[in-house]
């Protein structure tokens, strides 16, 4: 089998995990008590399957340079910045035509992105493996995670008639938006349903021949990359075509059109790290439930996510908080509405002089 | 009538307030979202009745200079800094001593502390010289303060017979301790129950006497800084003899005890300031019941009390909170809880590392 190649996915733009992210230091800079950053960790989790030399960054401009600080094995060509976020499909777009002309058109890309967890990295492995195999052979394929929980927060691929049952490969029936908590259960429930983590697998040539059928506003602006990196200059072409691209993601772009679309049935302990409550699946709690990060005391204090930068939090009598401290600024919410910091966040927004802290 | 002299004690650990409030910067040198800390306000709160050249300030050793430099109409040696603490009595002592000395044996001393609040001035005002003639006469008087809920923070004096209804003079029945919740209600409604916020009036030469009477061990020390007031060397005499004061407040070593004590019944708006939840009592809450001292966004949050001395404090669907940022330190707890602090900073001692938080 020959190599596969990697795109992982770096953008971000801080908010979930805020304000330990940060526009300038988004989730893929995190560590999350462990003891690298996200971005560090997914490339070596890949590391025994595809080597630093066949991977390609794709993250927003500003970060590129704290990219590279994390991931010295890359060459500087190896981290594209995007001057404008215009979600996955036009990224992938860009580094199908990077990767082809790189390696070859017939490469299998593989798309992570750059801030998820990833539990069982020798499940993971073997599931890329499959799935590269079957890229390899034309298919396109998104890894269906196995859904520990019923989560309203994901997308869903319900699986259709197998085609390497014993591979753990069924062709995708149709992708489900996110549901509400009743059909959330009901998809636990089914057991046909799987996650779609946005983790796929296919030849650059197959998703660029999508990209044609399905998108083909962008393929000038791609051929016009693809000269560039043929012999012109290609960061300059980048900075150029990129505010034309579409902002559109690949799901509604080609995967929810496409024929043909392949998932790989994986159980490898994904997580998206979607918000604060995630440290209680990532660290096991103490002994009074609390999952802490950093300096803390608590009195009577119970169930509660605690993050400090430095410092000290300290707590009494409270339960079922997250209370983060980063730098000067501290956030304290019920855990149970940690899925609504987005709206504090465009609180934020909403004021000049509260821009520095996003 | 002679202008009074006033002892402004301005002791104190900085727990209530922690962690606004430190072992260097305790409560008398906070502002609570006013224009000036509590121990300038208190000298200006006086200022028409008590000249700052007749005012002794005693405190701890180590705040005499943030005191100094709060209080720069008093000279060097109107702030005496205690080498340790050792309660209100021996403090009062050696007052007494030292104003009997710079101004008169019968002069009027008035003691306060320096970290209390007081909103009514001008009925304040009126009820020290009442007080004042009525300490020159003889009396030990203690302001009996109108109580206005039922506090249990607080000891009580019982009104016993009137000396001068119209003045507001009554004999002290009883001095009560804390009393549990029904009993403080009970207190309240029976009308004739005040609060005992140790604000004291008497003559040097009567306290001393009573000292004499009372707490006879201490008055060989007492002579001794007398000596040395005259021509010794009062700073280094204080530094040796401090160490052997009993350790006891003047409550429980003369009021108790004493005969003759009246209390003047005053209506003055007065507050200990005793824990965060008397910023609801100090400041108007805003429209969503929040008391905000400092940079705060708060979605969703009710109630609660909030203090940041820079940077920002976030919060989302909380309420009844108190959230306190001070430097790279954050305190979180229910308002109900406030008055449990000093169990938080009972953790915070039993760790070495903690103690810089202090």
Redesign the interface.
């Known amino acids: 089998m020959r190599q596969p190649a990697c795109l992982m996915m770096a953008g971000g733009r801080g908010e979930r995990f805020w304000?330990a992210s940060r526009s300038h230091r988004p989730k893929q800079l995190l560590r999350f008590g462990m003891k690298d950053p996200l971005v560090v960790q997914t490339l070596r989790r890949i590391g025994p399957l595809v080597s630093p030399a066949r991977t390609l960054v794709i993250t927003s401009a500003p970060l590129v340079e704290s990219i590279a600080a994390c991931l010295p094995e890359l060459k500087p060509e190896q981290i594209l910045g995007e001057p404008v976020g215009r979600n996955t499909a036009p990224c992938i777009g860009v580094a199908a035509v990077w990767m082809a002309q790189h390696f070859s058109p017939d490469c299998v890309m593989i798309v992570l992105s750059a801030d998820h967890y990833v539990a069982r990295r020798d499940a993971f492995l073997d599931a890329l493996r499959t799935g590269t195999e079957a890229a390899a052979q034309g298919h396109l394929v998104t890894l269906g995670l196995n859904p520990t929980r019923a989560e309203t927060g994901y997308g869903y691929v319900e699986l259709g008639r197998p085609l390497d049952e014993e591979a753990g490969l069924y062709r995708v029936a149709r992708f489900l938006e996110k549901p509400d908590a009743i059909t959330a259960q009901k998809f636990l429930a089914a057991g046909k349903y799987l996650w779609n983590g946005g983790i796929f697998l296919w030849t650059c040539a197959r998703i660029l021949e999508e990209m044609e059928r399905h998108l083909p506003s962008i393929m000038p602006l791609l051929k016009e990359y693809q000269e560039a990196l043929k012999g012109g200059r290609p960061g300059q072409v980048l900075e150029r075509i990129y505010p034309q691209f579409p902002d559109i993601s690949i799901d509604y772009a080609v995967m929810e059109k496409a024929e043909d679309i392949v998932t790989l049935k994986a159980n490898i302990g994904w997580d998206d790290l979607g918000n604060w409550t995630v440290l209680e699946r990532l660290r096991q709690p103490d002994s009074e439930g609390n999952v802490v990060l950093g300096p803390f005391?608590g009195?009577?204090t119970r169930g509660c996510i605690i993050s400090?930068d430095?410092?000290?939090?300290?707590?009494?009598?409270?339960k079922n908080?997250v209370?983060v401290?980063d730098?000067?600024?501290?956030?304290?919410?019920?855990k149970d509405?940690a899925a609504?910091?987005k709206?504090?966040i465009g609180?934020?927004k909403e004021?000049p002089s509260?821009e520095k802290?996003l």
């Open positions: 304000p005391v009195e009577d400090a430095a410092g000290l939090v300290a707590t009494l009598g409270v908080l209370v401290k730098g000067d600024v501290v956030l304290v919410m019920p509405r609504e910091l709206q504090l609180r934020l004021e509260w802290f």
